[in-house]
């Protein structure tokens, strides 16, 4: 079946600093990845649409100047949270649609802001 | 963002016995997906439903497609510890790659012995 690689799985940064996470689609191609947040006891909710080649389409309320997304080919896609603060902390999850097993998702990626 | 709503929030049963979880929605969906969520890790796909009325099967879980669009339940028969974790639906809207899901709320599994 269809894998989505997130990298890396847990990560800790200090206050200002800016933290990069990649998702790459390991057996097929996505023109189309997506970012979701998921903080403790919470369900996902969606950050931003990551489009190959084209700009981001953030969610109402996701500042798209903090959390950048850069999708420059069909099977990678990274998100950096710049400035990262302790709010910031949370679990990042990524997804990409394949068009046999449907929506497949990364590990997610646990970021402690200290 | 929108959230579908799912019931119950969590569960506690014993080893053997059946669940049933649904999850519903005041709008539309064409696609109604049922992800299995462990500590620590990405959901992981359990059953997907593209049709409205669509009834499927995966081992031991069932899994239907409203007729209105707006909702879908989810069952698990015989339980065994390893199924416990959250078990979150989710809706999409088209069948093209850039559709985006809308989660539910997640319901809380425990499976005592």
């Known amino acids: 079946g269809a894998v989505v690689s997130q990298h890396p799985s847990r990560v800790i940064c200090k206050s200002g600093t800016s933290v990069k996470i990649e998702c790459r689609s390991l057996d097929f191609q996505a023109t189309t990845m997506f970012w979701y947040r998921q903080f403790p006891k919470q369900s996902l909710m969606l950050m931003a649409t990551?489009?190959?080649?084209?700009?981001?389409?953030?969610e109402q309320g996701v500042e798209k100047d903090k959390f950048l997304i850069n999708h420059a080919s069909l099977t990678l896609s990274t998100l950096t949270v710049t400035s990262a603060h302790p709010e910031d902390s949370s679990f990042y999850i990524c997804s990409a649609r394949d068009r046999v097993d449907g929506y497949t998702f990364g590990s997610g990626t646990r970021l402690t802001v200290v | 963002g929108q959230q579908l709503n799912q019931s119950p929030q969590s569960m506690f049963i014993q080893e053997g016995e059946d669940v049933s979880m649904n999850c519903t929605s005041s709008s539309i969906f064409n696609t109604w997906l049922w992800y299995k969520q462990e500590p620590g890790e990405g959901p992981v796909l359990l059953i997907a439903l593209y049709k409205a009325g669509e009834l499927t099967s995966n081992g031991r879980l069932t899994a239907q497609f409203g007729i209105t669009r707006k909702d879908s339940f989810l069952n698990i028969s015989a339980s065994i510890p390893s199924d416990v974790g959250i078990y979150f639906c989710a809706g999409g809207l088209s069948s093209g790659t850039a559709s985006k899901l809308t989660f539910g709320t997640g319901t809380r599994l425990q499976v005592t012995l």
């Open positions: 990551s489009n190959e080649g084209s700009k981001a389409t953030y």
